[in-house]
């Protein structure tokens, strides 16, 4: 079991330990009545993704749903490729899921299966069909097919080929798989009814010819089913009782119940396995489309599907958020038949909550600018006891070797303030924190006009961070010792999509990048303790945000770090 199942499971026992009502979302009604009716006695789910790109946040709602539900009955969870299209699929794409689903928590022991493992089935199960009538070999074009179907208001046409004999359709469709018949020249058509107020029941294609390589089956196969048809195969076989999926499959559950009845693999719809809808998760002002997501990496825009500005789960797991940050916003999202949209701050607060008080709060100057203080000794060096995180005492404390110069963020120095400006200026005492009470006597300055070194003098006696006279300050600042300082890559990033525009510009179709999606400080420099941060490690700059270390880019010597989250949001979790 994964931590993060852990912590949601236990939530869940003190919920019902306390007596505290456990509200269940429809899809949880539904089995507790389908058990309760003897419809099934187990729970069996699935994850079905097509290997044509990488999963997003959409998809992290799925899997946790469905993999969830297996654990809430103490069923079992089936992750199955639907690799039905070899057009658009990649090993690349199996093998990014796979790293996906684990990281996120989802279990499927020992049942990794794909579709192309049955398609020995799904062909005897065609065949089974032609044999009873209830599907032909046609040789109409996929224009003609559309125009045949009619439309929402009119009922379609007769397919002029579906007075073929059971014969003759076997003979052809042994073709198809023979590789005798170019692609395109002929499809396998389920004979259902050309007049159902159901489009998908317009005698839907069931096969179709592709002479192309398959990942999984190389060149065995030249013919292809429809996903609608391999779906509920896939789904039967595996023994699955819950069929679970978005809404737009909703209009394509009577073809679903219709394939599993017409091959005996249940008498009625109301048995298992049973399709169910769920809205999918709408997240405002991203790019969830993989074609539009490929256009994007293919252009160069973003540096590659785990691009830290995209929302699909690599480039979540490589910007910094954890599987418990998921799993939490996904809770927060709900379960529902209404499709609705949520806000991208709603992610960021699960991330902060997730992180605010798990990891320590580090000093790293950004946009340093050195700090001198002139009445410190020179060949005088002393480590001083920082808390690792105050609202969290048992991180425990961390020693930080403190000297005569320090960098200091270039933000925290203003030679002329405006009001309530509380941090350094000429004539002002700040707190470096943890350390002692400067007070700015002088700066210099480049031939630009740019501050480069601020002059400081130190009071001895305020060492921890406070003075003995019991003078106050107003500000603290952070610093970095400069002697022991670890220069370091930071990268800043706002919303990839321009968000006053939206996604889509509606003239062009083009989408609205915003320009400064991606700041990129090349001269940071972070406390030494830094220094051996591993990939995927995240910290919590003081005053800055949670960043993250880029597995990707980082080498020994030159860390990259991505801002995961500010650390202040408007957002306000909804009651």
């Known amino acids: 079991m994964s931590e993060t199942e852990k912590n949601v499971s236990v939530n869940a026992e003190t919920q019902e330990e306390k007596g505290e009502t456990v509200s269940r979302n429809f899809i949880e009604n539904m089995i507790d009545k389908d058990l309760a009716e003897g419809v099934y ?28 539900l297996a654990k809430k009955y103490g069923g079992k969870f089936n992750m199955r490729f639907d690799d039905t299209n070899p057009t658009k699929e990649k090993t690349e794409f199996v093998d990014a899921i796979k790293k996906d689903i684990a990281w996120l928590g989802a279990d499927w022991e020992d049942r990794l299966f794909f579709a192309s493992d049955y398609f020995d089935q799904m062909y005897e199960g065609a065949v089974k069909l032609i044999k009873k009538g209830k599907a032909y070999v046609s040789d109409l074009s996929a224009e003609e097919i559309r125009e045949y179907r009619g439309t929402l208001t009119e009922p379609g046409k007769e397919d002029p080929y579906s007075k073929r004999t059971v014969e003759e359709n076997l003979a052809l469709f042994e073709e198809m798989k023979s590789g005798s018949v170019p692609d395109g020249a002929k499809v396998l058509r389920a004979r259902i009814d050309m007049a159902s107020p159901n489009m998908n029941m317009r005698d839907p294609v069931i096969y179709r010819v592709a002479h192309m ?25 595996e023994g699955i009782t819950n069929s679970i999926c978005t809404l737009e499959f909703e209009d394509h559950r009577p073809l679903y119940d219709w394939v599993c009845i017409e091959l005996g693999y249940k008498e009625r719809p109301e048995q298992a396995p049973k399709q169910t809808e769920f809205a999918k ?35 979540l797991r490589r910007r910094g958020f954890t599987p418990e940050s998921i799993w939490k916003f996904v809770e927060l999202c709900g379960v529902s038949k209404a499709d609705s949209s949520v806000e991208y701050p709603m992610l960021e607060y699960c991330i902060r909550e997730d992180l605010k008080l798990s990891r320590p709060r580090m000093m790293a100057a950004l946009d340093p600018i050195k700090l001198v203080i002139d009445n410190y000794p020179e060949d005088k060096e002393e480590e001083l006891e920082i808390p690792n995180n105050l609202e969290n005492e048992s991180l425990g404390v961390r020693k930080v070797p403190f000297g005569r110069e320090v960098y200091i963020d270039r933000d925290d120095f203003m030679e002329e303030p405006p009001k309530k400006y509380f941090r350094l200026y000429p004539g002002n005492e700040v707190r470096l924190m943890s350390a002692y009470f400067v007070k700015c006597v002088s700066f210099e300055k480049d031939e630009t006009g ?13 060492k921890g961070g406070n003075s003995p006279d019991g003078r106050k300050v107003k500000g603290t600042i952070h610093w970095v010792p400069v002697k022991h300082a670890v220069k370091a890559t930071v990268r800043l990033y706002e919303n990839l999509i321009d968000e006053e525009k939206g996604v889509y ?7 609205n990048i915003n320009p400064n999606s991606l700041t990129v400080l090349d001269n940071c420099m972070l406390e030494p303790a830094l220094a051996d941060a591993k990939p995927f490690e995240s910290f919590q700059f003081v005053r ?18 991505n801002r995961i989250v500010g650390l202040k949001s408007s957002f306000v979790l909804p009651k």
């Open 41 to 68: 006695d187990h729970v069996h789910t699935r994850f079905p993704p097509e290997p044509n790109g990488y999963l997003h946040i959409g998809h992290a709602k799925s899997i946790i749903l469905n993999y969830g």
């Open 544 to 561: 800055q945000g949670f960043f993250n270390v880029d597995y990707k880019d980082s080498k020994e010597g030159a860390l990259v770090f």
């Open 450 to 462: 740019k501050v480069t070194v601020v002059h400081c003098t130190y009071d001895p006696e305020s």
């Open 281 to 315: 998760l709408y997240l405002t002002n991203v790019v969830t489309g993989k074609r539009y997501i490929k256009k994007l990496v293919e252009t160069g825009v973003v540096d590659g599907w785990d691009d830290p500005r995209l929302v699909s789960i690599a480039a």
């Open 505 to 511: 510009n509606e003239e062009t179709g083009e989408m």
């Open 213 to 237: 390589t398959h990942h999984n089956t190389g060149d065995k196969w030249c013919i292809y089913p429809m996903y609608d048809f391999a779906h509920p195969i896939e789904d039967a076989i």
